[in-house]
């Protein structure tokens, strides 16, 4: 039954199931943070219950960092070369930066088929065959990667960063860093492996024309006719073209996810007091309008 389960849709649904774990724990820890919470439960909580829960969330930072799902890899080539050359295989493959690569297609897949069970619909992202060797231009991972990567790395690195700032459980021990140390590591691989994996992508000279290349880009101006890769304008339209045709239902999960932005601006309201202590929706919602027009915040 596993094996049918993961030769099927199941992998997928496990790799979109894993990305959406990391978003409802950070999104949790920065809610708990921002409104007061867990300074509550610190103050409330006796020294052995603390002790307790670090304990626990050390133990499951292990599998966390994903060495349970490096188990069946390392079964399965023991059984058919032996332990030893398991153990050899999976320490060369560390070095190789495996684990960079795929978690970086990790989020490829959690992202093309969340859109699909959304939305629905598919589309077939060229990948290339064969040995092929070649320098791509920022531009061209940039339209690839951009809202399946990119933005949802920046979301993450965010979350990451106020949880750090704002956050009073971890201060005094190592915990924070047992328990994001693997949501650094998928930032950072959703950010910079498209720019690690890419020949010659740190050499100075190309770095300078692909800088040229992408303002250009950005600063055509797109229309009937124009491909993709000629305007930043033509791309964004087919790049949004799955609004136009996903129905009422897809219109209201989007619009839905994209409330869990309005989090960070109740905590930037309430850390400040910007509502004057005030806890109505209805305050948050006029300082949202307020500070967005006249940048104050």
């Not at 996810?257 to 509502?275: E, H, T, W």
Request: net charge positive; charged share 15%; aromatic share 20%.
């Amino acid at each position: 039954m596993l094996s049918f389960y993961f030769t099927t849709i199941g992998f997928y649904f496990s790799s979109m199931l894993t990305v959406i774990t990391v978003y409802a724990f950070l999104y949790g820890r920065m809610y708990m943070v921002m409104s007061g919470a867990e300074k509550e439960i610190l103050r409330l909580a006796t020294p052995n219950q603390l002790a307790a829960l670090e304990q626990a969330l050390a133990t499951q930072s292990i599998f966390q960092l994903g060495f349970l799902m490096v188990l069946p890899m390392v079964m399965e080539i023991g059984l058919e070369e032996g332990f030893r050359s398991a153990i050899v295989d999976f320490f060369i493959m560390q070095l190789q930066l495996a684990s960079v690569f795929f978690t970086f297609q990790l989020g490829t897949k959690s992202h093309y088929y969340g859109r699909t069970i959304l939305h629905g619909g598919s589309k077939y992202r060229p990948t290339g065959r064969g040995f092929v060797v070649f320098h791509a231009k920022f531009a061209e991972n940039y339209r690839l990667y951009s809202r399946s990567h990119f933005v949802k790395g920046l979301e993450l690195l965010l979350l990451l960063i106020v949880y750090q700032v704002y956050g009073h459980s971890y201060r005094s021990s190592n915990l924070y860093l047992y328990i994001t140390v693997s949501m650094w590591f998928m930032v950072g691989s959703w950010l910079f492996a498209p720019f690690i994996f890419n020949p010659s992508g740190f050499e100075w000279q190309k770095t300078v024309d692909d800088w040229t290349d992408w303002k250009r880009w950005l600063d055509d101006r797109g229309g009937i006719g124009i491909p993709v890769d000629k305007s930043w304008e033509s791309w964004w339209s087919v790049e949004q073209e799955y609004l136009k045709h996903t129905n009422i239902r897809g219109r209201i999960l989007e619009i839905t996810l994209a409330l869990r932005f309005f989090i960070y601006q109740y905590g930037i309201v309430y850390q400040l007091n910007i509502s004057q202590n005030s806890k109505s929706f209805l305050v948050y919602g006029l300082s949202w309008v307020f500070c967005s027009h006249h940048y104050l915040c």
